[in-house]
């Protein structure tokens, strides 16, 4: 039975992936859903029960490196055929360095690049040619941010890593996709203390994280590395690109 995995499945445009997967990866019967919170997650089980669909609900928190061996001892015990990998799972905080709790700096780079990195390791040696990677990353990947240094930088390592990993495995027939979306309106905003802090997030467009997930989902299909939604986006891309980093990070502050 093929099998999705999507981390930070309880909310935001994890919740989105977990809805919208089956419409675009029909072969998919069976789905594990990981996040912290277990309420959200049994809510989103028996939805897509409904729809005659196997699912496995894994309360982890990819923060605590025993999460990696718990859903290891999963893979081993189920030994699945894991068709789609989706590492949605991260967090970003607004906040001037020296100046917000280093616990907040840390969970960054757990969240976003070990969780990540980590995740996909173990779950490669379970996909078969033609399964499929799907990272999260973000325009903020394109060029450093002021006041969120280490999220972009997180961001940045997730799109050098999806590039790289493309590589690597296109010899397995295994492709790799990173999503680079703009803001959405998901309690990402709040959590990470960036609603009503922020001016250039209160005047940059937004994305919508319905139509973010079924677009990215359709890109990992088609075997695409990097999917930017939005023009406005596409454009800053291309400008991050040929702007000396030093001149667009005084244009970049958030």
């Not at 960054?108 to 995740?119: E, G, H, S, V």
């Not at 994305?207 to 930017?228: N, P, W």
């Not at 986006?233 to 690109?241: D, G, P």
Request: glycine share 6%; with cysteine.
């Amino acid at each position: 039975m093929k099998t999705a995995v999507i981390t930070g499945a309880s909310s935001g445009l994890g919740r989105e992936f977990v809805r919208q997967f089956h419409s675009v990866f029909p072969e998919i019967q069976r789905v594990w859903l990981i996040a912290r919170r277990t309420e959200r997650l049994q809510e989103l089980a028996g939805q897509l029960e409904e729809k005659e669909l196997s699912v496995l609900t894994l309360s982890l928190d990819l923060c605590d490196t025993m999460s990696f061996t718990a859903y290891h001892e999963h893979l081993v015990e189920e030994q699945p055929e894991i068709a789609l990998l989706v590492n949605n799972a991260g967090c970003g905080y607004l906040g001037n360095i020296g100046e917000v709790d280093t616990v907040s700096q840390t969970r960054m780079i757990d969240l976003n690049l070990r969780a990540l990195t980590a995740l996909t390791n173990l779950t490669v040696p379970y996909m078969a040619a033609g399964s499929r990677i799907l990272n999260v990353s973000s325009i903020a990947s394109f060029c450093p941010n002021p006041r969120m240094t280490v999220y972009s930088a997180t961001k940045a390592y997730v799109s050098a890593y999806t590039i790289g990993a493309a590589e690597e495995l296109k010899a397995k027939g295994i492709t790799v996709t990173a999503v680079c979306p703009g803001p959405m309106a998901t309690e990402f905003l709040s959590v990470g203390r960036i609603t009503g802090n922020s001016r250039m997030f209160e005047r940059l467009p937004y994305c919508d994280q319905v139509q973010v997930a079924g677009a990215a989902l359709r890109a990992a299909r088609e075997g695409r590395t990097i999917y930017t939604p939005r023009l406005f986006y596409k454009f800053y891309r291309l400008l991050a690109k040929v702007t000396p980093a030093k001149l667009m990070v005084k244009l970049t502050k958030t």
